[in-house]
């Protein structure tokens, strides 16, 4: 079976611009997270999805918005890019329906570098 | 807000030494998770645990809940080259699973 898969790998943008960062779950996972990792540091969470309904928030600006399509594949969005969103982008997903209920199998990630 | 803090931040160790990481919660967690990142890599489930004072073993690794279900630790014994990576615990915030809080990672060096 196929991981999770995310696109674009890498991405370059300028300060202002809009990005769109994909992800495919694996099969049959209903449940899809994002987090933000700077180098050097812990994940942070950006946003839940499950059942194509947003279940979780993190500390993020309004600039940050996601959703999820009836595939359950999801998309995350960054509005008015700055020089500190350059980070990591990870994707996450998970059963929750059977245990362990709550692990999550993360993508290979979007390196976002913004100039 | 909940903080999830891990010492030591870095650990270089001989190849064959055991190797311990150290998670606090400034809050009660309902359950643990551990992961892995290897270097360039993404993060890699290890285990979950669930109950007060659990005790998980793989292999050479061994993972402990604390009582008060605040704290957590990650114990390598003999460890290798393979072993190498970022250890994080995460657990979930307030509010529930869904917004989990990664600890500040323990950086593991291992010299050949």
């Known amino acids: 079976d196929a991981g999770v898969t995310q696109s674009p790998t890498h991405l370059i943008k300028t300060r202002g611009q809009h990005v769109t960062l994909r992800c495919s779950p694996i099969?049959?996972?209903?449940?899809v997270s994002w987090y933000q990792q700077v180098l050097g540091q812990g994940p942070q969470f950006i946003f839940q999805y499950y059942e194509k309904e947003e279940r979780g928030r993190g500390n993020f600006p309004d600039r940050f918005s996601a959703r999820q399509f009836p595939n359950y594949s999801s998309e995350l969005n960054v509005n008015a890019l700055l020089l500190g969103d350059s980070a990591l982008y990870l994707c996450?997903?998970?059963?929750?329906?059977?245990?362990?209920?709550?692990?999550?199998?993360f993508g290979p990630g979007t390196r976002l570098t913004v100039l | 807000g909940q903080q999830v803090m891990q010492i030591p931040q870095y650990q270089h160790v001989q190849e064959g030494e055991d190797f311990t990481t150290y998670c606090n919660s400034s809050t009660t967690l309902s359950n643990i998770q551990w992961y892995k990142q290897r270097p360039g890599g993404h993060p890699v489930f290890l285990i979950q645990l669930v109950k007060s004072g659990e005790v998980k073993k793989q292999k050479r690794l061994t993972f402990q809940f604390g009582e008060a279900k605040k704290n957590s630790s990650l114990h390598i014994t003999a460890t290798q080259t393979t072993d190498v990576g970022t250890y994080f615990c995460?657990?979930?915030?307030?509010?529930?699973?869904?917004?989990?809080?990664f600890g500040t990672g323990t950086k593991l060096q291992v010299i050949p």
């Open positions: 099969s049959g996972h209903k449940s």
């Open positions: 995460a657990g979930p915030g307030s509010g529930g699973y869904q917004k989990v809080t």
């Open positions: 996450a997903s998970s059963p929750i329906t059977v245990p362990p209920y709550n692990e999550q199998f």
